[in-house]
Nanobody, 121 residues
Framework: QLQASGGGLVQAGGSLRLSCAAS????????MGWFRQAPGKEREFVAR????????YYADPVKGRFTIYRENAKNTVYLQMSSLKPEDTAVYYC????????????????WGQGTLVTVSS
């Protein structure tokens, strides 16, 4: 089970940190990450981190602004979002797959519930 939190309303240029707490499985063997879905758009990949926290990968729109990291001792993965833009407004979903999270939403094994991020201009 994946429980996402940390969404909210923020002004453009601001920051937010999303958290995703995992339970029920061996967290440390799972690649984790985030997708997002804006109104009227398809769910898209945002960022991922591999099972041991060595490798990170970001979608182009968020590179240099978002950072993903994990604390296996707390079974939690985070998404630090900075320099937020109105186009970052979306429901953000935590996701997991064994070893490495795919960038295609169709291949994701586990989803958490979403947390809404709204960036005002």
């Amino acid at each position: 089970q994946l429980q996402a939190s940390g969404g909210g309303l923020v002004q453009a240029g601001g920051s937010l940190r999303l958290s995703c707490a995992a339970s029920g499985r061996t967290f440390s063997v799972y690649g984790m990450g985030w997708f997002r879905q804006a109104p009227g758009k398809e769910r898209e990949f945002v960022a991922r981190i591999d099972w041991n926290g060595v490798s990170e990968y970001y979608a182009d729109p968020v590179k240099g602004r978002f950072t993903i990291y994990r604390e296996n001792a707390k079974n939690t993965v985070y998404l630090q979002m900075s320099s937020l833009k109105p186009e970052d407004t979306a429901v953000y979903y935590c996701a997991a797959n064994r070893r490495l999270l795919p960038t295609s939403r169709a291949d994701v094994a586990y989803w958490g519930q979403g947390t809404l991020v709204t960036v005002s201009s």
